[in-house]
C-alpha cells in the first residue's frame, strides 16, 4: 500500500507541475497539487477478480496452444504464454475454466490463432464470476475461411465438451462463443452467440441485484466496489435534491448504488448491451430516478448538456476507461454552469486521463472552445481495487 500511495502522490506531483507551467499556482505541500488521502485497502486480498481473460500462444514448452497470461514484449520478440495458476489474484475457478478450455483446444485439429494472417482459429478465453455462484465463459475464435457447416461443428464440439465432456465440472453458467477477425470486437460488429445456459449472471452489491452481459463494464473486484462506491456517495456531498451524472455508466453500478440519496440519476454508456442491463437492474431494483442514454458519450452528453435548464444541483461522476474521456465529453462538462462538483474515477491516471484533468483546470481557452470556469482540483483517494499489482483506482474530487 506504501509503494501504491508513493505512485499516486507521483502523479499528483506531475500535474501540479504541468498546472504551473498553464500559470496556475497549484502546489500544496510536498509538491502535490491537492491533498492525498492514506490508501484503501481491498477487503479481499486474494482471488477477487471477477473477470479474467487468457490468451492463447506458445508456452514456454513451445505448445501453441497453451491458454494463460503473456510474459514479455513484442518489441523484445519474446513473448510467451504462462498458465495462470501462480496468480494470487485470480480465483481457481477462472483457473478450472482455463485449465478445460487448454485441454479441449489441444484435442481439436484446428489450431491456435496466433498471427491473423498465418490462419489458426482458437483465440482468447475471458472469464466471469459472481458471489452468486455464477460462471460465464466466452471464447473468441477466428472463422477465417471456414464455412457455416464447418463452424457449427465446432460450436457443437465445445457445448458438448462443456455440458458433457470433461468441462462439465466448471459447471457453467453461460456459454458464449464470438467469431471475430479483429483484436477485439463489440457485440454490435460480431454477436455474442449464448451455446449453453442463461444469457446473463447476476451479481450483489450494496443489496441490489446487477444483470451482466457478456461485454458488459462491472468493476474486476467487487467486495472493492461496494467500498469504492460508499465513499463516492459520500465525496458526492449530494442531497436530496440533487442530479447525478453518471458518465461511462456501464450496467449503472455507481448511479442505481446512490439513487436513494439523489433526486434523479442520469446514465451514459456506449456499450448498448449495458445500457439493457441498467435499465433491468433499476426495474428490478425498485428504483424509478433513473434514466439511461446508450451512445458514445462525446455524442450525447453534449447534446444532453447544451440544453440543461434544470435548476436542481448537478453533480458528475465519471469512470471512463485507461483511454480517458473523449475531449468533447470534457468540454460538455467544462461548459455546464450547472455542473460545480465533478468526481473523475481513474485506473490509469498517470495515462491519457493527465490530459483531461488538465483541460478541466486549465484557464479559459477559446481557441479549445473551454470557456467555461475552471475546476479545482481539491481532493484525491487512491483505492485499493487490485490487490498484488501496483495499480491503484484514484478519486479525484474537482469543484468550482
Known sequence: LQVKYESQGKVLQTLAHRLEELGIDAKKPGGLCCPLQPVVPSPIINGYR???????????????KTVGLYVGT?????????KANHMENIPPKHKQVAQCYEEFICCSPLDSCILFHEGGHWRELVVRTTSRGHTMA??????QQL????????????????????????????????????????????PYQLLHGEPHIFEELLGLKFRISPDAFFQVNTAGAEVLYQAVGELCQATGDTVLLDICCGT?????????????????????????????????????NCEFHSGKAEVVLPQLLASWEDARPLVAVVNPSRAGLHYRVVRAIRNCRSIRRLLYISCKPEGEA???FLELCCPPDSQKKLTGEPFDLVLATPFDMFPHTVHCELVLVFTR
Open 354 to 356: 493527465m490530459r483531461n
Open 50 to 64: 471477477n473477470k479474467s481473460t487468457f490468451s492463447v500462444n506458445r508456452g514456454p514448452d513451445g505448445n501453441p
Open 252 to 288: 449503472g453500478t455507481i448511479g442505481l448504488s446512490l439513487a436513494h440519496q439523489v433526486s434523479k440519476v442520469i446514465g451514459v454508456e456506449m456499450v448498448e448491451k449495458a445500457i439493457e442491463d441498467a435499465k433491468w437492474n433499476a426495474a428490478f431494483n425498485g428504483i424509478s
Open 74 to 82: 513484442g518489441k523484445a520478440r519474446n513473448i510467451v504464454c504462462v
Open 147 to 190: 464455412g457455416q457447416d464447418a463452424l457449427a461443428t465446432q460450436k457443437a464440439l465445445l457445448k458438448e465438451f462443456f455440458t458433457c465432456g470433461p468441462g462439465a465440472v466448471c459447471a457453467l453458467t453461460s456459454l458464449y462463443f464470438q467469431e471475430s477477425t479483429m483484436t477485439r470486437c463489440s457485440h454490435e460488429q460480431s
Open 138 to 143: 466466452i471464447i473468441t475464435f477466428h472463422p
